[in-house]
């Protein structure tokens, strides 16, 4: 089944205590993104990447790293989380960059991130 | 800039009607695409349908179909034949080509809250 998987779906961690969120895509995509969702400020984008070793800052990168060493894989890394980190993130991808429909982004199901 | 706006934040509908979810868009690239994604009360983000600046044809995907007025900037969903199970939130998003450049970012409205009513 095509997909993009996110792990962990849901996690309550403490300020400062690094963390990964994994995503994964088997659709062989080359874009890959990284969103947060906050009531009221809607989607924004945190990082995305166009292909492997190809990453760059989207609107609100402050605090996240990320990186994109194989195809399938994408993870988001918060090195230091704090309170304000809380939100709802997704992993999204895209076929390629050609324009029309094969940018359709498919979404991961969601990790619900809870910084205490 | 670009912009996404979806002027209603609820909507009700009975089971069975047809329903139109507003979205008006903003920009200057002449190449862009519009996007309609699902919500449910579970999280995940569900695409539903796709459509092109320069398709001459509304897009249609099952009970989903798209009224893109392009003089107007609106790209409306309409739902037909509602079910207990479309009761979720409705994000519409644009995707430009020129002034993204290599970045495929959507700009996305707030969502509009659809309940249907058995």
């Known amino acids: 089944e095509a997909q993009v998987t996110q792990n962990p779906r849901y996690l309550i961690t403490v300020t400062g205590k690094k963390l990964t969120v994994t995503c994964s895509q088997n659709m062989n995509h080359e874009y890959m993104s990284w969103y947060r969702q906050d009531p009221g400020l809607g989607l924004r984008q945190i990082y995305y990447?166009?292909?492997?070793?190809?990453?760059d800052k989207g609107d609100v990168p402050e605090g996240y790293k990320v990186s994109r060493k194989e195809k399938r894989n994408f993870p988001l890394i918060l090195e230091s989380p704090s309170p304000n980190q809380t939100s709802l993130y997704f992993c999204?991808?895209?076929?390629?960059?050609?324009?029309?429909?094969?940018?359709?982004?498919?979404f991961g199901p969601g990790t619900r991130l809870t910084v205490l | 800039a670009q912009k996404i706006t979806q002027t209603q934040p609820g909507m009700f509908v009975q089971e069975k009607e047809a329903v139109t979810l507003d979205c008006t868009y903003d920009t200057s690239d002449p190449s862009y695409g519009l996007f309609w994604y699902k919500q449910p009360s579970s999280g995940e983000m569900i695409f539903l349908i796709y459509q092109g600046s320069y398709d001459q044809q509304n897009a249609t995907e099952g009970r989903y179909s798209l009224n893109f007025q392009k003089a107007r900037k609106s790209a409306n969903l309409v739902i037909s034949a509602s079910q207990l199970g479309d009761s979720a939130m409705y994000f519409c998003a644009m995707r430009g080509v020129y002034n993204a450049g290599n970045n495929r970012k959507l700009i996305w409205g707030l969502g509009t809250s659809l309940a249907v009513n058995p």
């Open positions: 999204a991808s895209s076929l390629d960059l050609a324009g029309g429909p094969s940018d359709t982004q498919y």
């Open positions: 990447s166009m292909n492997v070793e190809v990453t």
